[in-house]
């Protein structure tokens, strides 16, 4: 059976690579990474999640094209799957829930006006 709930740092992970697109490669991530959260990812924390995402089904990869910058290697592009998104919609929604049934921190109580 697949494993279909998301830990906190492979919630975030997700998150970027919807956020990055066609710049989500592991190493964008995790300087994006760096850049919305103030902590730095290890390349190889940010490598070992997104393989377990794409073991979870929840990101596909494919390789983009060679750049002279980077001496003609090319870069494995991540994308979010359906499932994926569908995941991520759960998490929120089941956050959400939780908030909402908090006595003084429920979204509710606050408003935008």
Do not use: C
């Amino acid at each position: 059976m697949k494993e279909t709930r998301l830990g906190e740092f492979e919630e975030v992970i997700l998150l970027l690579v919807g956020i990055l697109g066609e710049e989500a490669y592991a190493f964008k991530i995790a300087a994006e990474f760096k850049e919305q959260t103030g902590r730095a990812a290890s390349i190889g924390s940010v490598h070992s999640t997104l393989n377990r995402l794409s073991e979870k089904g929840f990101v596909d990869s494919a390789m983009g094209n060679a750049t002279s910058e980077r001496g003609g290697r090319r870069k494995r592009i991540y994308t979010i799957t359906a499932y994926g998104q569908q995941v991520l919609k759960e998490a929120r929604d089941f956050k959400m829930s939780l908030w909402n049934q908090h006595p003084t921190l429920s979204l509710d109580k606050f408003s935008i006006a």
